[in-house]
């Protein structure tokens, strides 16, 4: 496909060492509590079993995934967290969506619109570049794991919009509802991911190469590593032994 979803697996990557600093874990405890805001039984809420999921595959204890699932209900204090989309460009024109989950939204605004101006972007307004995206379930798997006649009637059987082959991967694209679904049918027929979620996936992509491409890179490195940052999307398409290297 592109460098998009490449860029998506070398994220991946990175969350081995997210997850040793503890930052997985704490962008996975908001998800969870902002998710059982509306309601805390995981069966009855797909957001909230999303996140569960999410959270058991990286081996979070069960303990703070039940205190996360009560301050989302209420039952524990500590919920006081609000779910903001901010919009913009990077470097290049690219569109970018930040994910932030915060309990002092005029500061993360500010730091967010620093991080933008400093790596070569612009914080838009509301609705600039949302349009431009998709709401979609999307499921990474390694080329070596499935061939595309296994994989293909599996997922399709399941609900599936599309499955795209990116060089080395593969990438399996749905509505949101078909999710649970679709994980469930891949892992059931032993084939493991590199990656599931539903995100925010582009219509159309953008080209950059160069110094767009470095500079765009820094700005979506930047912002996720801002702590109030959940996810980070854009329609950037990079060429992929450029986007290896760059990386690095």
Do not use: C
């Not at 990474?140 to 599936?160: H, R, S, T």
Request: aromatic share 4%.
């Amino acid at each position: 496909m592109s460098g998009h979803s490449k860029w998506a697996t070398i994220k991946h990557k990175k969350a081995a060492l997210d997850a040793k600093r503890g930052k997985l874990f704490t962008r996975l405890i908001k998800e969870i509590t902002i998710a059982a805001r509306s309601g805390g039984d995981p069966d009855a809420n797909p957001r909230l079993r999303t996140a569960v999921l999410a959270a058991k595959a990286v081996s979070m204890p069960a303990d703070n995934i039940k205190k996360a699932i009560m301050r989302g209900t209420g039952e524990l204090e500590g919920g006081q967290i609000e779910e903001v989309m901010f919009e913009g460009y990077g470097p290049g024109g690219a569109a970018v969506l930040v994910n932030v989950a915060t309990d002092n939204r005029n500061r993360t605004v500010s730091e967010i619109r620093h991080v933008f101006s400093k790596n070569g972007g612009n914080l838009g307004e509301q609705g600039s570049v949302a349009w431009m995206f998709e709401r979609k379930s999307q499921i990474l798997i390694a080329g070596d794991k499935a061939n595309e006649d296994q994989l293909m009637g599996i997922v399709l059987d399941a609900g599936a919009d599309d499955l795209r082959q990116d060089g080395e991967n593969w990438e399996v694209l749905s509505a949101p509802e078909a999710h649970d679904r679709l994980l469930e049918a891949i892992h059931k027929a032993g084939i493991e991911t590199l990656s599931a979620q539903v995100a925010m996936v582009p219509k159309n992509l953008v080209r950059l190469e160069g110094k767009n491409a470095g500079a765009m890179l820094r700005l979506s490195e930047a912002l996720e590593e801002h702590d109030d940052v959940q996810n980070v999307y854009s329609n950037f398409d990079i060429d992929e032994k450029e986007l290896e290297a760059l990386a690095q």
